[in-house]
């Protein structure tokens, strides 16, 4: 759906239910793309949320999805931008950010404290460095683009398959997002991502309960690399996922659901 | 440039889509031949109803062995999902009925599958859908039929019976120009032959029962969902689109994006409809895709040698398969087909009909049957069986004589399918 923002709408999923449906004391959840990616990564959170007692929305960040404009070209640009969503679906919100998405959670907790009331980092590393044949093949909107990252991005097992979701190959949906992806767009994110060295300044500055769900085996954002962002959040919560790679959210879709649900259910 | 990080297509044919069971340890792929599945909870029941939640319900709509026959479809043609059916005109019908609607309007090119044929002329149109055939080769031919309610573009990427190649980019492309899809049969040619998807096609329907499957023994047909085409920006496709009722008004593409046809088709199509596949048949098409590569090398093989024979027999007035020199598609299956335009040929015999029925008739190795992809060489003469429902003009413009007999050719050693072949041609003329 479309929801007006300003002067402007953004496209987001929230399990088919019309907003003056929705119930305002309801707590609010709202979920981070990566890069080059979109809403619909979330599909298997969204729409259980959604049913069960949340508002729940799977944004589209802007020139991603189905949210026009042009593209925000930094990681705190897109943090205000979550603000501004929160404030408009009613906030404070529960924020869920992967990958991309998470550095996003991290900056809006760290820099809108009165917006956020949680924030889970999924897929998420003190940095993000871009392996250059990636950068590259996204400069030039290559597919190979999308196949790094959907065959990088998945843990061994989905490789083989067992699609919770009878019928999908998860490989190919994710190629799918990311090559569906405005042109241009894969190669900005992956550049903010590569760039972006404030994680552990702003891990200092939220207040906010956060929780790291962490796949073993994730080679995007490998499991060491979340350590020191773990050493410098303020008692955060980690969940580590065996056999899973960087796309926990469909490779270990139960699993996320059940903690967030916990958190959530918790603050 | 590193390569990307993916299991290559014989590793797929063999393990895409099932883990071994973590329960029994089985290394095959169990037969789950049960209708229904217990609920945990009155809430995941809920849940899975509601699609909030991926998971088995009732066997019409998924089944474990099944969905591992989707997964590793999908996984072959490089798409995003797959719905497996009771058989390819199931998949076919599955396809349109999930798009289309009453009013709809379809361009097809004109060479077909009979069956496909006789779908859209005569069984669509009761439901409010027609259709406009075209030249495959011309991409302006389907442009210039379209109208406002054309809703896509069908063909086959190998017609049946004169296995034209279809230029799938350049159909493709046609469709997107005026925001449709183009959807393809690729059963004669399979995923180890050619990929639609790569080349642009939006979504590629298999008869299993054929060179998948490959033993004869099964009917199945699947619709793969190539994930690329944009359902909302198009916005001829409500039921994608818009809110559907049915499911408490979800609006597929808002909530699955690029896997927003595969969901639909489940959904609506498998669950209202109900051609699904039995599982007791997705094993078995499953133990064909295990040797799939293996067989269509030899399927190819075996087809050159058989087009070596025809092309110096004397009973054989032309020869019709994209490899051989004298197909008019013959440089367009070089560039498309590198491993080779798939084992189904036909030919023109001389004497007409009557030669043919005699060919027919002397056969002793061959099979004389209604099918092609099996592993055993079959023949047929398509005028008298499987396209006798049209018309002398329609089987004229199909390209489909009196003297065309079509081979499926298997996997029996190539002296022998030759030895068999030349003493019925030598038979047919006497």
Redesign the interface.
């Known amino acids: 759906?479309l929801i007006n923002l300003a002067d402007s709408y953004f496209s987001a999923?929230n399990?088919?239910?019309?907003l003056e449906e929705m119930n305002e004391n309801d707590p609010l959840v709202v979920l981070i793309h990566g890069a080059g990616m979109?809403?619909?990564v979330w599909?298997?959170q969204?729409?259980?949320l959604s049913?069960?007692g949340y508002r729940c929305f799977a944004v589209d960040l802007p020139a991603h999805?189905?949210t026009e404009g042009p593209p925000l070209e930094t990681i705190n640009e897109m943090a205000d931008w979550i603000s501004s969503i929160i404030e408009r679906l009613g906030g404070p919100a529960h924020i869920v950010g992967h990958s991309m998405g998470s550095f996003i959670a991290l900056a809006t907790a760290a820099n809108h404290p009165d917006s956020v009331l949680s924030a889970t980092l999924i897929a998420v590393a003190e940095g993000m460095p871009v392996?250059p044949?990636l950068q590259?093949?996204a400069d030039e909107n290559l597919p190979?683009g999308a196949?790094?990252i959907?065959?990088?991005g998945h843990g061994p097992?989905q490789?083989?398959?067992?699609?919770?979701?009878?019928?999908?190959?998860m490989?190919?949906?994710a190629?799918?997002?990311v090559?569906?992806s405005k042109p241009g767009i894969l190669s900005l994110d992956l550049s903010i991502c590569s760039s972006y060295d404030e994680t552990l300044l702003q891990a200092q500055s939220v207040k906010c309960p956060t929780t790291l769900i962490l796949g073993s085996r994730d080679?995007m954002t490998p499991r060491r690399a979340a350590q020191p962002l773990i050493d410098a959040l303020p008692n955060p919560t980690v969940v580590d996922l065996e056999g899973v790679g960087h796309m926990s959210m469909t490779e270990a879709?139960?699993e996320v659901?059940q903690v967030l649900v916990s958190n959530f259910s918790n603050i | 440039?590193?390569e990307?990080?993916?299991?290559k297509f014989d590793t797929k044919s063999l393990?895409?889509?099932?883990?071994p069971d973590p329960v029994t340890g089985s290394r095959a792929v169990p037969i789950h031949q049960t209708t229904s599945y217990v609920f945990d909870s009155v809430d995941e029941a809920a849940?899975l109803y509601?699609?909030?939640?991926?998971?088995?319900i009732y066997s019409r709509?998924?089944?474990?062995t099944?969905?591992?026959l989707?997964?590793?479809i999908?996984?072959l043609e490089?798409?995003?999902?797959?719905?497996?059916t009771s058989s390819g005109m199931a998949a076919f019908h599955l396809a349109v009925a999930t798009l289309l609607n009453t009013g709809d309007h379809i361009v097809s090119s004109q060479n077909l599958y009979g069956g496909s044929h006789n779908m859209m002329t005569f069984t669509m149109p009761r439901f409010g859908i027609s259709t406009t055939f075209v030249d495959p080769h011309e991409p302006q031919s389907f442009l210039d039929a379209a109208n406002e309610n054309t809703k896509l573009f069908y063909a086959e990427v190998l017609g049946n019976p004169g296995i034209e190649v279809l230029d799938i980019e350049a159909i493709a492309d046609a469709a997107h120009s005026i925001g449709v899809p183009l959807v393809v049969d690729a059963t004669f040619a399979t995923p180890y032959l050619i990929r639609p998807i790569e080349h642009g096609a939006d979504v590629v329907i298999h008869s299993l029962t054929k060179f998948l499957g490959g033993h004869g023994i099964a009917i199945g047909g699947a619709v793969v969902d190539?994930?690329?085409f944009?359902w909302?920006a198009s916005g001829k496709f409500p039921t994608l689109s818009e809110?559907y009722d049915g499911?408490?008004?979800?609006?597929f593409t808002?909530?699955?994006?690029?896997?927003a046809l595969?969901m639909r088709a489940?959904a609506e199509g498998l669950k209202d409809f109900g051609a699904c596949m039995s599982p007791s048949n997705a094993f078995y098409l499953l133990q064909g895709i295990e040797t799939l590569p293996l067989r269509m090398q030899k399927h190819v093989s075996n087809t050159h040698s058989v087009l070596d024979l025809l092309d110096r027999h004397d009973a054989v007035e032309w020869i019709r398969h994209p490899d051989h020199p004298s197909h008019p598609d013959h440089e367009l299956a070089k560039r498309l087909y590198t491993k080779g335009s798939g084992a189904i040929l036909s030919f023109g015999i001389s004497g007409g009909r009557e030669a043919g029925k005699k060919f027919i008739e002397s056969v002793e190795l061959a099979s004389h049957l209604a099918n092609v992809g099996d592993a055993k060489t079959l023949v047929i003469h398509p005028a008298s069986t499987t396209h006798q429902q049209m018309s002398a003009e329609d089987l004229l413009t199909a390209g489909i004589g009196e003297d065309l007999i079509r081979i499926s050719v298997g996997l029996e050693d190539p002296a022998d399918i030759c030895a068999d072949l030349d003493r019925a041609l030598k038979a047919s003329q006497r």
């Open positions: 759906m999923a399990g088919g239910i019309d979109d809403r619909t599909f298997q969204t729409r259980f049913h069960h999805g189905g392996h044949d590259t093949a190979k196949s790094f959907a065959g990088w097992d490789h083989i398959g067992g699609n919770p979701t009878p019928g999908l190959w490989i190919g949906g190629t799918a997002v090559e569906n080679k879709p139960e659901r | 440039m590193v990307p990080d993916a299991h393990h895409a889509g099932q883990r849940a509601n699609l909030e939640v991926g998971g088995h709509i998924s089944n474990p099944v969905a591992v989707e997964e590793r999908a996984a490089g798409g995003v999902g797959a719905v497996c190539g994930g690329r944009d909302a809110p499911y408490h008004g979800i609006v808002d909530e699955f994006g690029p896997q595969s489940r």
